[in-house]
């Protein structure tokens, strides 16, 4: 299996690479030539697995001669070891034909664990193969940042930094990033936005000689690994609910397009999949997209759900280049457009693929707070409000759109701030809590600028 970039500019690579270097040179993001696919008879042996046998299903079709079978089934069959729920992702119904795909099991809470757990023992399997050291740089608006470091910590020949903006998490996500700070993690606060991070992340990888220097990776959700990952999900649920004749409905709420670009991908594959439904918050270039064809970004405005205030969501170039038929250039011109002229439009072909592909739905903070309650009223389920934010979306589908899964991503406590304005308590986590107990209470906040970033990288230890 052969890995290409979305700018056309640079060469082909194996899933090793393509998972070790994270963004491809020529600044593109690397999919694959083809869709590996799952037969309906291959999908229904698998009814009953268990999840890390799904999850090997999925990764071994992308791997290729990357990593025998044997040690790609060991790697995952203890990546989810951490999890604090025997189905990994359980579903929960909240109504006769919906449920909630709970996603926060993992060890930080959030769904970003999935991606996290599975990817780094396998780029410290082939980092230790390669007698490598690597340095990973990255941006994050809350739960990366925290799924990482955990995932990384102690890893030898890796070293981590992430950047958060600064005052752009919640104080729960801040306190778990310190606490999960160490020897190889470190994280640092940016004056700035999250997206003012990816873009001093994306600038460090343009620079060939530092890039060359430190060894940069990175594990953001342009990583496909992390594309791989989450697809599996998709796989688990369709199978859970008896691979049905209708498909499966999702709703997930969305910031970079990472959750539901997975989802893509597990319909491409051959998941029984009828619906994605990309729900947003009142940053909401995707659902304007969707609805105009006019992709162009606004300032950035923060919201009770920060891991989806984002107006660039990188994932999205995947999709792009799949909706412009591949056609590189042509994706190079919208992505020059998008830089030095604020935005651009999607041509009518694009833009009636991707309506056909998905829906959309933004969702306003008052919404937002609103489902949080009617939830609770309703069905005793306290969501959290990112995952709020897609009940209230699905609620806005018709009812025919069935049966509904709607993604939880975080664990209501990691944002109880929010959930007990509304309910007036929040639940604690039910499993073996990760309690953040931060070794310093504030963050070194350092300049929105290129050089600072690449001077504190330098001077990791
Ligand atoms: C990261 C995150 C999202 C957004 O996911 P994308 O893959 O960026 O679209 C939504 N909710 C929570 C809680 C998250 O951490």
């Known amino acids: 299996m052969q890995y290409i970039s979305t700018r056309g500019q640079a060469p082909a690579v194996d899933f090793k690479s393509a998972i070790l270097t994270g963004l491809a040179p020529d600044g593109g993001l690397y999919l694959p030539t083809e869709w590996p696919q799952f037969s309906a008879a291959e999908l229904s042996a698998l009814r009953g697995a268990a999840y890390p046998d799904v999850a090997f299903e999925v990764f071994r079709r992308f791997a290729g001669d990357c990593i025998s079978p044997e040690r790609l089934r060991a790697l995952l069959g203890r990546a989810y070891d951490d999890f604090g729920h025997p189905a990994v992702a359980p579903l929960v119904q909240t109504g006769p034909k919906q449920w909630v795909l709970e996603l926060f099991h993992g060890p930080t809470l959030a769904f970003k664990d999935f991606a996290m757990q599975a990817i780094a023992p396998l780029m410290a399997h082939f980092l230790a193969e390669e007698g490598r050291q690597m340095t990973i740089v990255g941006a994050t608006s809350g739960d990366t940042g925290g799924a990482a470091l955990k995932a990384f910590a102690g890893r030898a020949g890796i070293k981590v930094l992430f950047l958060f903006p600064e005052g752009g998490v919640s104080p729960f996500q801040q306190d778990q990033m310190l606490g999960l700070c160490g020897d190889n993690t470190h994280v640092a606060a940016v004056s700035g936005s999250f997206d003012d991070c990816q873009r001093i992340v994306k600038g460090l990888f343009a620079d060939d000689t530092f890039r060359d220097a430190v060894s940069l990776s990175a594990v953001n959700s342009i990583n496909w690994g992390r594309i791989v990952a989450q697809a599996v999900y998709y796989f688990t649920t369709?199978?859970?609910?008896?691979?049905?004749?209708?498909?499966?409905?999702?709703?997930?709420?969305?910031?970079?397009?990472?959750?539901?670009?997975?989802?893509?991908?597990?319909?491409?594959?051959?998941?029984?999949?009828?619906?994605?439904?990309?729900?947003?918050?009142?940053?909401?270039?995707?659902?304007?997209?969707?609805?105009?064809?006019?992709?162009?970004?606004?300032?950035?405005?923060?919201?009770?759900?920060?891991?989806?205030?984002?107006?660039?969501?990188?994932?999205?170039?995947?999709?792009?280049?799949?909706?412009?038929?591949?056609?590189?250039?042509?994706?190079?011109?919208?992505?020059?457009?998008?830089?030095?002229?604020?935005?651009?439009?999607?041509?009518?072909?694009?833009?009636?693929?991707?309506?056909?592909?998905?829906?959309?739905?933004?969702?306003?903070?008052?919404?937002?707070?609103?489902?949080?309650?009617?939830?609770?009223?309703?069905?005793?389920?306290?969501?959290?409000?990112?995952?709020?934010?897609?009940?209230?979306?699905?609620?806005?589908?018709?009812?025919?759109?069935?049966?509904?899964?709607?993604?939880?991503?975080?664990?209501?406590?990691?944002?109880?701030?929010?959930?007990?304005?509304?309910?007036?308590?929040?639940?604690?986590?039910?499993?073996?809590?990760?309690?953040?107990?931060?070794?310093?209470?504030?963050?070194?906040?350092?300049?929105?600028?290129?050089?600072?970033?690449?001077?504190?990288?330098?001077?990791?230890?």
């Open 238 to 461: 369709c199978l859970a609910l008896g691979l049905p004749d209708s498909g499966v409905n999702f709703v997930i709420p969305s910031g970079n397009f990472g959750d539901i670009y997975a989802g893509h991908v597990a319909r491409q594959m051959g998941a029984p999949i009828a619906g994605l439904t990309i729900a947003t918050n009142e940053n909401d270039i995707l659902a304007r997209a969707h609805t105009t064809g006019s992709y162009v970004p606004k300032a950035l405005k923060p919201t009770i759900t920060p891991a989806m205030d984002i107006q660039v969501a990188s994932n999205f170039e995947r999709l792009l280049f799949e909706l412009l038929d591949h056609d590189a250039a042509a994706l190079r011109r919208l992505m020059a457009d998008l830089e030095q002229h604020g935005g651009f439009a999607l041509p009518a072909p694009a833009l009636s693929r991707f309506q056909r592909a998905f829906r959309a739905s933004a969702v306003s903070q008052p919404a937002c707070r609103d489902r949080i309650a009617r939830s609770h009223a309703a069905t005793q389920y306290v969501a959290d409000p990112h995952t709020a934010v897609a009940l209230e979306a699905a609620a806005r589908l018709s009812p025919e759109r069935a049966p509904q899964v709607v993604l939880s991503t975080a664990h209501p406590v990691k944002f109880n701030e929010t959930v007990t304005e509304v309910l007036g308590f929040c639940p604690g986590p039910g499993q073996a809590p990760f309690s953040p107990r931060p070794v310093r209470s504030v963050p070194d906040v350092i300049a929105n600028d290129i050089a600072t970033v690449k001077a504190r990288v330098h001077a990791l230890p």
